[in-house]
């Protein structure tokens, strides 16, 4: 086995909440540890160790956030303690690491950012996006026969 790596990662954030994707495809034995101010994972693939130590910027509510481990990623839905102003980073230190992004996908400017928005935090996870190459438009395939 190789020595520990620290993979490659991509987040964004809303005033209440971060979300946080840790590119590890096929990831076994992941553990996970969510303190006030800290996550710790650790996880292994065929041949390769990954451990993980990020020190949030600010405080999270540990209890009130999740993860789920995707095919190609380990996916978090991190609750902040307090909602409010964005995080001017996600990590505590200063120094911009190199294997943090910005996720594209989620990201959304502060000013964009409204108590309606669509996305519901409490609902993560209990209902999966369809896998690559799944059609969730069934209904539409049915056609009436003239």
């Not at 650790?42 to 999740?66: G, M, P, Q, R, W």
């Not at 481990?69 to 505590?92: A, D, M, N, Q």
Request: overall charge negative; proline content about 5%; charged content about 40%.
């Amino acid at each position: 086995m190789s020595a520990n790596l620290i993979p490659p990662m991509r987040w964004a954030q809303r005033r209440d909440r971060i979300f946080l994707k840790i590119d590890i495809s096929e990831a076994k034995n992941v553990e996970v540890k969510l303190e006030e101010n800290k996550l710790s994972l650790s996880a292994k693939t065929n041949d390769k160790n990954y451990n993980v130590e990020l020190e949030f910027f600010s405080s999270i509510d540990s209890t009130e956030s999740n993860h789920f481990v995707r095919p190609r990623y380990i996916e978090f839905f991190i609750k902040k303690k307090e909602s409010g102003p964005y995080w001017s980073r996600l990590l505590k230190t200063e120094q911009k690491p190199w294997f943090l992004k910005v996720d594209w996908q989620h990201w959304k400017d502060e000013e964009d950012d409204e108590d309606g928005d669509v996305d519901n935090f409490g609902q993560f996870g209990e209902q999966q996006p369809p896998l690559e190459g799944e059609d969730d438009d069934d209904e539409d395939d049915d056609e009436e026969d003239d």
